[in-house]
């Protein structure tokens, strides 16, 4: 019954984010630096993390083809499709959960805490609407975060293949546009927006209605990062089922 409830007050708060706008000004002065703090804050461990992953596989890759009947371009072939289908789109994605999520649920629940939306409430403002809807309007920009990423995975992917040795650059390029599947790019970026969603509101909904003092605002941030990250986790799997079964 209890998570039951959380699920209500989730989807009240939804239509509470959505109704009474904020005046347009104020808005678009929220929403940049929203984009600011949570997208542009997060492209430099995006692209450390993608980078090392695309890395990763394509070693792992080479280091498992052992018979000389397969040929090295299906490194290349691996590497990109484990780096669109599921590390960019979904392993970044869970690593944002604890970053994105963990500043989302901590920024809105010192203002709980502060009883900062106590005041703006008194002030005849929708504090959903001020605090939640430009973070969500801000994440509408993630999807090119993951396609960053994304490209920094193929490279990281092509430097380790190519620069350790394990196949050569004309391999690589051939196995990199073999059967490829625009699709899989729709796919990815469906996946993406939900992501992009699910990261601005599951974080904040444990910001906004969290209760105590400091203390709570840490384990709020914890529990936002875990339920964040099992909401992914399931979407990814119902998506995946809908989309390419």
Known sequence: MFYLDDIGRYFLMLKGVFSRMTKRSVLRNLIFKEIDDLIIGSLGITI???FFIGAVVAI?????LTSPLIPKKLIAFASRQSVILE???TFISVIMAGKVGSFITSSIGTMRVTEQIDALEVMGINSLNYLVFPK?????????????????GIFGA????VYGGFVSTNDFLTGLREEFIPYHLVYAFIKTFLYSFLLATIPSFHGYYMKGGA???GKASTSAFVWTTVVIIISNYILTQLLLS
Request: glycine share 2%; no cysteine.
């Open 136 to 152: 969500i309007i801000a994440m509408l920009m993630y999807p090119f975060v993951i396609a960053i990423a994304m490209f920094m």
């Open 60 to 64: 792992q890759t080479a280091l498992n």
């Open 87 to 89: 590390f960019a789109p």
């Open 215 to 217: 203390l709570e605002v």
């Open 158 to 161: 092509y430097v380790a293949g």
């Open 48 to 50: 450390f993390l993608a």
